[in-house]
Nanobody, 118 residues
């Protein structure tokens, strides 16, 4: 399973970005797709998740500002990020977890860098 993250960039505080995670596997076969982020010098932290049934969960600091969604036809998951803060600056990674079948596993895409200036 290959994941391709894109959409990062430089934005001013208060601005918005939309990240995309395109999957080589039909996302209907992926149990959970997550977004993580890692700031320089910090550990990778979980940001948001969406299940195959569409249930979403969020890290507390992004609730109300970030929205995770999926487009099954495009095999793509999005992370809409609004009201961005300098502390949101990080490399963002998408992750896919497949729980059953011959593709069972934990898959990572490459990061896409988000920089929020104050």
């Amino acid at each position: 399973v290959q994941l391709q993250a894109s959409g990062g960039g430089l934005v001013q505080a208060g601005g918005s970005l939309r990240l995309s995670c395109a999957s080589s596997l039909s996302i209907s076969r992926i149990n959970t797709i997550n977004w993580y982020r890692q700031a320089p010098g910090n550990q990778r932290e979980w940001v948001a998740a969406i299940t195959s049934s569409g249930r979403t969960t969020y890290f507390d600091s992004v609730k109300g500002r970030f929205t995770i969604s999926r487009d099954n036809a495009k095999n793509t998951v999005y992370l809409q990020m609004n009201s961005l803060r300098p502390e949101d600056t990080a490399a963002y990674f998408c992750n896919a977890k497949v729980f059953v079948g011959n593709l069972r596993g934990n898959y990572w895409g490459q990061g896409t860098l988000v920089t929020v200036s104050s």
